[in-house]
């Protein structure tokens, strides 16, 4: 069994109210006076609980953020007044990161049980949340609130009433192959197939006997007949991805197919009928293919009848904390149980990332999040997205390093109480120029002057 250890974090030149009584009851407790001292402790041994001792003055040193990033699978408890709790920074943040909170004065009968269940939670094999082997319930889920998502869903519903074709525009990775299959589904097609081809991938050779199929004979190898992708999803749906890279000679095809609903297949002389409702994708502008002569008239308005129109992710902000919460859930597994969710930085710059790859960015720079993550927290890092400024979120240099010194100094004023000479010394800068900054950043001291 692994020893009983504790990291108890407290203010400095504050007493470590309950030690003596932890460390009576068989603890090892070892103590750290600031959220640095602690994680340098955690990473070179491991504890199973933490303890924070709040201070009036020191609360924000304690951030649930900075407690939680530590340590991974510990359970920290917090120790304040009781009144610290009606502050709703405070109450949300032991909501959020902490295991319990003990309110003082100090009862060692009230304390060391909660001890002894944080340990013991904190020593149960972790359990996924998600099943391996379940059936993925909910794998081709669409997820989204924001007002572009809900339009969305709306005019999903009604194009899978309906048994026309179908035109999905978006860019790359907004989810179209996802609403090809919830059309698909939730229309009166969704007992037969639902049969995926790719135009763009598909090579310009085969495209032909792939869509429509071949007769024995037809060429060289076709040793037998072999029906086509049209054919394969008769009584369901053809998805046609990436519609505009069609050659030209097949849009022909394509167009004959959708005007009378039968097929021919490569060498056979029949026109057979097949009952395969069409839905195409495109990422680019067909209009302008059109008006280039890259794509035929007549087909783009017989694709055309029906269009759904994904938005873009970086037009949704409202659903990238949603889905990024939601991604984090749908991936995680044994091996990740040390990481239990976002910075709210890493949810900040997440906000404002442009998403040039939609949705399927989101989830690689999820996945490759929860691999890198070493703190129990994912952060901008984690994500590759530390030094990122998108568009509408640039800042200039002067700005980021102004932002940086007024958080150090603001950090190192609230650790000393507001000692200007203290904090001076901490941040290894004179008196005069820690007041030459503090004007700079407007930071006033607590006693309200400079
Ligand atoms: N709203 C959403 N909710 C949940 N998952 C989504 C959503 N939109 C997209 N995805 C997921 O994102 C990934 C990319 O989606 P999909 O393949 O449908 O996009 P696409 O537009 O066809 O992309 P590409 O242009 O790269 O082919 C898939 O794993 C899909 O399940
Ligand atoms: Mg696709």
């Known amino acids: 069994m692994d020893t009983r250890n504790l990291l108890y974090l407290k203010p400095p030149n504050t007493p470590a109210v309950l030690l003596s009584d932890v460390r009576a009851a068989g603890w090892d407790a070892q103590v750290a006076e600031n959220p640095n001292e602690a994680r340098a402790k955690i990473n ?40 610290q709790m009606q502050n709703e920074h405070i109450s949300q943040m032991i909501q959020e990161n902490f295991y319990d909170y003990h309110t003082l004065p100090a009862d060692s009968k009230r304390l060391l049980p909660i001890l002894g269940h944080a340990y013991g939670m904190a020593s149960i094999p972790y359990k996924p949340l998600i099943q391996q082997g379940d059936a993925h319930p909910g794998e081709d889920e669409m997820v989204g609130t924001s007002p572009a998502m809900l339009a969305l869903f709306s005019n999903l519903r009604k194009i899978a009433s309906v048994d026309a074709p179908v035109l999905i525009i978006g860019e790359r990775g907004t989810g179209k192959e996802l609403g090809a299959k919830a059309i698909h589904e ?40 072999q029906i086509g992708r049209i054919e394969a999803a008769a009584g369901g749906t053809i998805f046609l991805d990436e519609i505009g890279d069609l050659p030209m000679d097949m849009q022909i095809n394509l ?108 989830i690689n720079r999820i996945r490759r999040a929860m691999v890198m993550c070493e703190n129990g927290l994912i952060t ?54 820690l007041y030459r900054l503090m004007e700079k950043c407007s930071l006033h001291n607590a006693r309200g002057t400079i």
Not at 188 to 195: A, D, L, N, T
């Open 255 to 362: 167009l004959r197919f959708l005007q009378e609903k039968t097929i021919e297949r490569v060498g056979g002389t029949k026109h057979i009928n097949v009952d395969t409702r069409v839905i195409a994708a495109t990422h680019v502008d067909l209009e302008t293919a059109v008006k280039e002569g890259r794509f035929r008239e007549d087909l783009y308005y017989r694709l055309h009848v029906l269009d759904l129109k994904m938005p873009a992710l970086r037009d949704r902000n409202e659903d990238i904390e949603l889905l990024a919460r939601f991604f984090f859930k749908k991936f995680t597994t044994e091996k990740h149980k040390n990481v239990r969710g976002f910075t709210q930085e890493a949810i900040r710059i997440m906000s404002n990332h442009d998403w040039p790859g939609n949705v399927r960015e989101l």
């Open 380 to 433: 901008p890092a984690d994500l590759g997205l530390e030094r990122r400024t998108s568009g509408r979120y640039m800042q200039t240099l002067a700005e980021v390093r102004s932002t940086a010194e007024r958080a150090a100094i603001q950090t190192a004023l609230r650790r000393t109480h507001n000692n200007v000479s203290k904090a001076a010394q901490e941040l290894g800068v004179s008196r005069v120029t």
């Open 186 to 225: 939730r229309s009166s097609r969704s007992g037969g197939p639902f049969v995926a081809a790719n135009c763009s991938t598909l090579p310009p050779a085969l495209i032909q006997s792939e869509l429509f199929g071949y007769e024995k004979s037809a060429f060289t190898g076709a040793a037998q007949r």
């Open 44 to 83: 070179s041994e491991r504890y199973h609980v933490g303890l924070a001792l709040f201070d009036s003055k020191n609360y924000i040193d304690f951030t649930g953020e900075n407690l939680t990033s530590m340590g991974g699978s510990m359970k920290w408890i917090a120790l304040l007044h009781p009144s």
